[in-house]
T-cell receptor, first 117, second 117 residues
């Protein structure tokens, strides 16, 4: 009964390169969330996706960042032309998210630590 | 607007001491949910508890207890007889009850707990 799987755990990129972060939700979960954690800070919401749909991307920077959750395969957070300020830990979470049953506990992966040189 | 404040940045205690981590929240929603997560040095976030706004009963789970007080908008977390393994960063989080905020978690900045032997 695997939990939320994120890979890679650590990712090093040079300025201007692309970063791809992957997240496989818990079995049976169809809702995925991405959060960013800067050093010494809490997690900040970025985007909420269901299969093939972006539900809420109000926390995503307007440029260079995109996310998808295809019908098959993991969710991907893509950062194009990375800059030093993108260095952070990126966490993925998944949930059942049934509002009628009030099931909104989010289970988190171990995160991807992105370092931009 | 939703907001969570964890005023204690870092707390150090000696093993077997009791310790309380404070969490104060702001929301205009009448229905909302409060959470605590633990982030050990390995980095992953571990779910501890979820509480909805209509349930003000305090909860105890082993050495952990939570005190939810709507009158002061607080959801404090107490560890009794702390152990070295409790050393971690603890995050309090809030989600709303409406369709927009139900799946969007707002995290406090975390409290780092150091338990010394």
């Amino acid at each position: 009964n695997a939990g939320v799987m994120q890979n890679p755990r650590h990712l090093v990129r040079r300025r201007g390169q692309e970063a791809r972060l992957r997240c496989s939700p818990m079995k049976g979960h169809s809702h995925v969330y991405w959060y960013r954690q800067l050093p010494e800070e809490g997690l900040k919401f970025m985007v909420y996706l269901q299969k093939e749909n972006i539900i809420d991307e109000s926390g995503m920077p307007k440029e260079r960042f995109s996310a998808e959750f295809p019908k098959e395969g993991p969710s991907i957070l893509r950062i194009q032309q990375v800059v030093r300020g993108d260095s952070a830990a990126y966490f993925c979470a998944s949930s059942l998210s049934d509002r009628e049953l009030a099931k909104n506990i989010q289970y988190f992966g171990a995160g991807t630590r992105l370092s931009v040189l | 607007a939703q907001k969570v404040t964890q005023a204690q940045t870092e707390i150090s205690v000696v093993e077997k001491e009791d310790v309380t981590l404070d969490c104060v929240y702001e929301t205009r929603d009448t229905t909302y949910y409060l959470f605590w997560y633990k982030q050990p040095p390995s980095g992953e976030l571990v779910f501890l508890i979820r509480r909805n706004s209509f349930d003000e009963q305090n909860e105890i789970s082993g050495r952990y207890s939570w005190n939810f007080q709507k009158s002061t908008s607080s959801f404090n977390f107490t560890i009794t007889a702390s152990q070295v393994v409790d050393s971690a960063v603890y995050f309090c989080a809030l989600s709303g009850g409406d369709l927009y905020n139900f799946n969007k978690f707002y995290f406090g900045s975390g409290t780092k707990l150091n338990v010394k032997p």
